[in-house]
């Protein structure tokens, strides 16, 4: 089955650039989706196809991905961007496959 | 947009059969550019995909970790989709959270506030 692994924890201080990444064999290849997920909240999709927000999400978050890692960028980090942020793809043998998750902290 | 409501037990006993119903307003469950999905995330833990049922319930796919007991359906009498997971165990004690899924692209695009289904006996 297709594994996605993502850093346990994050740190970096507000006003800066934090950068979450997301490792999969030629994961370049595919489509990847991040989500931010609040405590008690259900996530919430941040970037689709990549590098696309969807309507109301900020400019301060941005994807890529190429070759064997996607990146999720926030800029400009703010407090209330702490929160677990998880990246998945749509894999032909595995379904849908979520990463492990990485918990944002803003110092 | 859509809005989406997850509903039913959440409470069971080992063994039994959980059954979950979301809810869709917002829009029809029967629009073709969409698939509809559940995915749960125990206690602490990250975000398991559990499957997805197209539109018309012609097409499913479900996690090979649960596939031997899940079950997935389409109401669009009612503007509905379920969740059937036979056999619970405390392995399945989670958040229970139903969505959209985008056809193209198959990302999660809306979801439920979720439901907390505990299996205890």
């Known amino acids: 089955s297709y594994v996605l692994t993502q850093p346990p924890s994050v740190s970096v201080a507000p006003g800066q650039t934090a950068t979450i990444t997301c490792g999969g064999d030629?994961?370049?290849?595919?489509?990847v989706h991040w989500y931010q997920q609040k405590p008690g909240q259900a996530p919430v999709l941040v970037v689709y196809?990549?590098?696309d927000r969807p309507s109301g999400i900020p400019e301060r978050f941005s994807g890529s991905n190429y070759g064997n890692t996607a990146t999720l960028t926030i800029s400009r980090v703010e407090a209330g961007d702490e929160a677990d942020y998880y990246c998945?793809?749509?894999?032909?043998?595995?379904?849908?496959?979520f990463g492990g998750g990485t918990k944002l902290t803003a110092l | 947009q859509l809005q989406l409501q997850e509903s039913g037990p959440g409470l069971l006993k080992p063994s039994e059969t959980l059954s979950l119903t979301c809810t869709v307003s917002?829009?029809?469950?029967?629009?073709?550019?969409?698939?509809w999905g559940w995915v749960r995330q125990p206690p602490g833990k990250g975000l398991e995909w559990i499957g997805i049922?197209?539109?018309?319930?012609?097409?499913?796919n479900y996690n090979t970790s649960l596939k031997s007991r899940v079950s997935m359906s389409v109401d669009t009498s009612n503007n509905q989709f379920s969740l059937t997971l036979s056999s619970v165990s405390a392995a399945d004690t989670a958040v229970y959270f139903c969505?959209?899924?985008?056809?193209?692209?198959?990302?999660?695009?809306?979801w439920g506030q979720g439901t907390l289904v505990t299996v205890s006996s």
């Open positions: 049922i197209y539109y018309n319930g012609g097409s499913t």
């Open positions: 969505a959209s899924v985008a056809a193209t692209g198959r990302y999660f695009d809306f």
């Open positions: 917002g829009g029809s469950v029967s629009r073709s550019t969409y698939y």
């Open positions: 998945q793809v749509w894999d032909t043998f595995s379904g849908q496959v």
């Open positions: 030629k994961i370049g290849t595919i489509s």
């Open positions: 196809g990549d590098s």
